[in-house]
């Protein structure tokens, strides 16, 4: 079991589990993933490791409540356990000093994009973030990314904050005005990804993507993971996560992510009546 | 000496249209009558053939003796001095290729059915177990320290005969629940879990402590089990890996699945339970299930049972040649299971991104190939097209890179597979062996566990000739 150490709620569906994983945290670094299940008869799923504590033992993920399993997570809190923890999982980003770094991160991406902006600073590289959200009341860990950065730009699509638009309009004026950019990395919704990816792509920049195909083991076991990268299909849990963006197949990882939408909504229809259930009879 | 009996006590089976529609076993296993009748008809050879045919060399008259006098812990006894699962062996080994295929009676008759025996006999124990859980008895700790990557048929049986010796035993296993192929792959039907899982408890009773969640080569490497964490010696048993795929057009589709997912989310995450466990899985109409061997029969029963109209296995090759039990065969042919024989895919088509069909050829058979099997060739202008909505891939795995890449030193032949030697199991790399579908590709649950034994007493060997470290613990 293991156990959740802190937990912070950065909006109102996005959340911050700070969890006892000191096996994890002993060699995780950043990109790499989890796969964890919240209980017994749980789905497995896999969350980006948002940052890791070697001393303290812990890893910290961020998620958002968008299905069953995500939304059971949230009703735990500190003192209770997940059943299981895997990882790190897949291959860390590929981090070095490239010169000038874009770091591109979207909704609750942007947590993921946190240690690799930081190992990147790190590195010697000049860090320019841009993160974006739909409305402002979304927008997550604005201080922690202007530390691992030496700009940030914020983003919301509505205007609430920062500027209008999304974030390929702040990366495409980089981009034009010639303000030699050396890598772009990218992690959030697969259709932000492409569009940066399609933004830098006539520019000619190396662009990295974290793919976040469906994954059953997260071990190369089952394959459901696959996508394709320059016409090969490769397995994103161990040839991944992080690909070359300009040679991802979009349209396929867009089309696979939504092979269960349907059972999805099934599982989380019937885990409401369960838990409504369970609270008549608790009050009962 | 009374008659031979040339006929075998045969196998009580769930009536095959109900089972088709349920997971519950398929064969119910022999009663205590059976089980003597079908004993008394062993005629106990001096020189038993039949242990030779056995990977791990259960002493099968000794077992089938005490089973006829009715001395069932002497029959547990015997049959567990070998074999540390019997009741998973007694359902999945191929007995009727090793133990059976040499049997005397068999000569004459139908073999002994010491398959379904070693199953009443392990099921038998294992009841005896929950009733009267006893510690078994401990033997005196080595106090050396032995790492078992995998909880697989062979790294459960090195992990059980390791720990008899006395040594300290874990073994680190990447899903959540131990077992490998005997959870995620093979099914209910077939082996029940709760078998499964009693005889890994029984392992556990040995004093084998099973880490779950823990990826060797991601969590912690196997140099670091020897360097930093105080391991001996590490055993390597990682199981089969990364499913294949053919390579033709539309294999992303939505709706074509490894059969290796397609299993682990029936049998692991207990999809067919959904939504009470939380994995889903197509109910899909129309299945095609592409290959010929046991994990292709898992696959299409499977998804038969999940609901589908019509599954089908397509196979490249002719009934002759089907690589699967030819029980699991005659299982799946009375189940409804629909087999395309001599049928090749070439194309899965697709609308609006899901499968709607599979594009095939029909083959012929032409001179025998290097495996000596005659080879499929195209009959031409054969082509057309089979109506499915869903497509399972069963052709195979190639080894998971996960610990061959993170392992320094450790010799892999051009396939992948890590190099050991065939009686002891040991790599190339100082300390470090290897047994099961790492080193021989996809095989059986019974060679992995032959592997799994002969690998173990090479490992004590190996410990024994050192000094002994805390040998006054014991005293």
């Known amino acids: 079991m293991y156990r959740i150490l802190e937990r912070e709620d950065l909006t109102d569906t996005i959340h911050v589990f700070k969890i006892d994983a000191p096996a994890v945290a002993k060699r995780a670094k950043p990109g790499q993933f989890v796969i964890l ?84 600073k790190e590195a010697g590289n000049e860090v320019i973030t841009i993160m974006g959200a739909r409305t402002k009341d979304l927008l997550i860990w604005e201080d922690m990314m202007r530390s691992a950065s030496h700009e940030l730009i914020v983003c919301t699509d509505d205007g609430s904050y920062g500027r209008k638009g999304l974030v390929t309009a702040p990366l495409k004026e980089m981009l034009e005005d010639d303000c030699r950019i050396d890598r772009v990395v990218a992690i959030g919704p697969a259709i932000m990804m492409k569009f940066v990816a399609l933004t830098s792509q006539p520019f000619g920049v190396p662009t990295v993507v974290s793919l976040n195909p469906l994954m059953v083991d997260g ?14 299909t490769k397995f994103a849990c161990v040839d991944g996560p992080d690909f070359d963006g300009h040679k991802v197949d979009w349209d396929l990882l867009l089309a696979r992510q939504k092979i269960f939408v349907e059972e999805e909504k099934i599982s989380l229809e019937h885990w409401r009546h369960h838990e409504s259930c369970e609270c008549s009879k608790a009050k009962a | 000496m009374a008659k031979l009996n040339l006929n075998r006590q045969p196998m009580p089976e769930q009536d095959h249209k109900e089972r088709a529609r349920n997971f519950k076993e398929v064969t119910l296993g022999y009663s205590l009558e059976t089980a003597l009748a079908e004993a008394e008809r062993c005629i106990i050879c001096p020189k038993p053939a039949c242990v030779k045919g ?88 080595t106090g050396k320290r032995v790492a078992v990557v995998g909880a697989g048929p062979s790294g459960l049986t090195a992990a059980a005969d390791l720990a008899r010796l006395g040594h300290s035993v874990t073994i680190f296993e990447a899903l959540h629940k131990p077992g490998g192929v005997l959870i995620y792959g093979i099914p209910e039907f077939r082996l029940p879990k709760s078998i499964v899982g009693a005889e890994v408890d029984y392992v556990r009773s040995l004093g084998v402590e099973i880490v779950v969640d823990s ?60 939504p009470e466990a939380d994995t889903p899985i197509k109910r899909s109409k129309r299945v095609a299930v592409v290959g010929g061997g046991n994990v292709a029969m ?36 009375d189940e409804g299971i629909v087999f395309r024989f001599l049928t090749n895919p070439v194309e899965i088509l697709g609308d609006k991104g899901w499968v709607v069909g599979m594009k095939c050829l029909e083959m012929e058979l032409g001179e025998p190939d290097a495996s000596g099997r ?14 499915v909505d869903a497509v399972i891939m069963a052709i195979g795995t190639s080894p998971n890179p996960l610990v061959t890449r993170t392992t ?56 024994m000739m050192e000094p002994r470290i805390n040998a006054d613990r014991s005293g």
């Open chain 2, 408 to 463: 320094r030193g450790l010799e892999l032949n051009r396939h992948g597979t890590v190099v050991a030697d065939p009686e002891t199991g040991k790599s190339s790399k100082d300390k470090v062996w290897a047994g099961g579908d790492i080193v021989t590709g996809a095989a059986t649950v019974i060679s992995a566990m032959g592997a799994g034994k002969r690998a173990a007493l090479s490992i004590h060997e190996f410990l």
């Open chain 2, 374 to 387: 005659r080879r499929p060739v195209i009959k031409p202008g054969s082509e057309f097209v089979l109506d």
């Open chain 2, 298 to 333: 898992d696959a299409v029963r499977t998804a038969l049972r999940l609901g589908a109209e019509e599954a089908s296995i397509v196979y490249r090759r002719s009934e002759e040649e089907l690589p699967a039990r030819r029980e699991e065969f005659e299982h799946a042919k």
């Open chain 1, 219 to 232: 071990t190369g076991l089952c394959g459901a993971c696959r996508v394709s990268v320059d016409g090969v």
């Open chain 1, 37 to 120: 299940r919240v209980a017994e008869d749980g789905e497995r799923i896999p969350l980006t490791i948002a940052d890791f504590d070697r001393k303290a033992g812990t890893i910290t993920v961020v998620f958002m409540e968008v299905g069953k399993t995500t939304m059971q997570m949230a009703k735990l809190g500190v003192g209770d356990s997940l059943a299981n923890f895997a990882g790190p999982l897949g291959l860390p980003t590929e981090v070095e000093k490239f010169g000038r770094v874009v770091v591109v991160g979207g909704g609750f991406g942007v947590a993921t994009t946190y240690p690799i902006a930081r190992a990147m």
């Open chain 2, 215 to 274: 990826v060797i080569g991601r969590t912690v490497t196997v140099d670091e089990l020897l360097d930093e964490e105080g391991f001996d010696v590490v055993f390597l048993g990682t199981g089969a890996g990364l499913p294949n795929f053919m390579g033709i057009p539309g294999e992303n589709l939505n709706g074509v699945y490894s059969a290796n997912e397609f299993l682990t989310r029936a049998n692991l995450m207990k999809a067919y339970a959904f």
């Open chain 2, 54 to 141: 056995c990977p791990v060399n259960v002493p099968i008259p000794d077992f089938i003796k005490a089973l006829r006098e009715n001395d069932l812990p002497g029959a547990a006894k015997a049959l567990k001095s070998k074999n540390n699962l019997p009741s998973i062996c007694g359902r999945v080994c191929p007995q009727e290729s090793q133990c059976e295929a040499l049997c005397v009676v068999g000569k004459k008759g139908a073999p002994i059915a010491i398959g379904r025996l070693e199953r009443y006999v392990g099921d038998w124990e294992l009841r005896r177990m929950e009733e009267n859980p006893s510690v078994p008895a401990k033997p005196t700790p």
